[in-house]
């Protein structure tokens, strides 16, 4: 940390635009605490304020923009990609879909503020077909709060209370530190989430098995509208069926049958 500390404020303007850069095409980085050290380091007077806000932004814009012509292009494959790498695998394309669903306008324009799904939601947009002027118009304004913001975080407590420097690197770590804290607490969130859910799946052969002996079951695809986009197959005398609605339909299906759930 203290090498990454002293390489940001050797090399800010270098740094700076490739941890953006970097952090948007999906590499494991933190962007938001060495935004926040950048906006320290400015207020400190070692470098520019709005040098950094425009590098740091016009990095975030073309990682962006790299995963919605890939999302326009290759569609449900990149979504697949992107959550292997993303720190909520499992939930990360449904939640971004239904984030989008809500309102693409605003998902978009505060996507960055979204933790697991962020870098999702630039290929989704791409998937779901918006247009290209609309897409880069808000996605602009949007990555240009996030910078401004958290940069502002880091600038604003070092120029109105006279701290020296060296706040930089208080503000950095306890950023880390806190995001860190945060990764720990999904990872044991998820571990716990996947025991509980191998308890009671079955395989797509035990499936076939069942239907192929003649066994009456019921089926409900729980994929999100935006999955059919890229595959629209769907398993015969599957109900849809969206996971949110499932409390207030679920009286509704048969209670003598086995009911098998199946999504993305």
Not at 93 to 107: G, I, N, Y
Not at 185 to 193: E, I, N, T
Not at 236 to 255: F, Q, T, Y
């Amino acid at each position: 940390m203290k090498t990454f500390l002293h390489a940001l404020t050797g090399h800010p303007y270098l740094i700076l635009p490739l941890c953006a850069l970097l952090e948007r095409l999906g590499l494991p980085l933190f962007l938001s605490p060495v935004l926040v050290g950048a906006g320290a380091l400015a207020g400190a007077g070692q470098m520019r304020f709005d040098l950094g806000f425009w590098v740091a932004l016009v990095a975030c814009v073309v990682g962006d923009a790299v995963w919605y012509e890939l999302g326009r292009r290759k569609g449900d494959r990149v979504l697949g990609l992107l959550c292997r790498i993303s720190f909520e695998p499992d939930t990360c394309v449904r939640k971004s879909k239904m984030f989008f669903e809500k309102s693409s306008s605003r998902t978009l324009f505060f996507s960055k503020w979204l933790p697991g799904v962020s870098h999702v939601i630039p290929a989704v947009a791409g998937l779901s077909g918006i247009r290209p002027q609309q897409f880069f118009a808000i996605n602009f304004a949007g990555s240009a709060l996030f910078v401004l913001a958290l940069m502002l975080a880091g600038y604003v407590p070092v120029t109105r209370l006279h701290l020296v420097p060296a706040v930089g690197s208080i503000i950095f770590e306890g950023s880390l530190l806190v995001l860190a804290a945060n990764i720990v607490v999904k990872y044991f969130q998820r571990q716990r989430f996947l025991r509980e859910l191998y308890k009671s799946r079955i395989a797509p052969e035990d499936l076939k098995a069942m239907l192929d002996s003649g066994r009456s079951v019921v089926i409900v695809d729980l994929r999100h509208p935006l999955d059919s986009v890229a595959d629209p197959r769907v398993l015969p005398g599957a109900v849809r069926m969206l996971p949110e609605d499932i409390a207030e339909k679920a009286p509704g299906l048969p209670k003598d049958v086995d009911i098998i759930l199946y999504c993305t």
